[in-house]
């Protein structure tokens, strides 16, 4: 081993060594000036911080949907365009059948109405099943 590869070696194993120390200090300062602050503020007064973070993740979704629909709207054909926002209606109608029976089981069958549970379970499959027949993908 030469005297260059020696040296070559050790800078690599301290230039390593010196990313996961700023690392760690970026953690900690992103800690010390965003997170601590943020559980302050949930601590003392915890139902403003719960609107104050409601709010952000609605406008940050918000922003994703809009930009994404914008995209959607330069991009996409306007001869598609009908038929892939028809097949997204279908989607989220679809979804919220499901998820509403799937909810409303569990809320009997936590309730102890495991009989109610299962015919709420069965009605929402076979609403499932109709809106998925109505509702054809094109």
Not at 4 to 23: A, C, P, Q, R, V
Not at 76 to 81: A, F
Not at 101 to 107: P, R
Request: charged share 15%.
């Amino acid at each position: 081993m030469t005297k260059h590869n020696f040296i070559s070696n050790y800078i690599k194993i301290f230039s390593f060594l010196l990313k996961i120390l700023l690392l760690f200090v970026f953690c900690a300062l992103f800690a010390f000036i965003v997170v601590t602050p943020l559980w302050k503020f949930s601590v003392y007064n915890p139902s403003l911080y719960s609107l104050f973070v409601g709010l952000t993740a609605f406008l940050f979704f918000l922003f994703i949907f809009i930009k994404r629909l914008r995209s959607f709207f330069l991009i996409t054909p306007k001869d598609e365009q009908k038929i892939k926002i028809q097949n997204f209606i279908r989607s989220i109608v679809l979804f919220f059948v499901l998820a509403a029976s799937i909810i409303v089981f569990f809320l009997f069958v936590l309730e102890g109405y495991r009989f109610f549970g299962l015919l709420s379970l069965i009605a929402g499959l076979i609403l499932y099943g109709i809106a998925a027949f109505v509702y054809k993908r094109k």
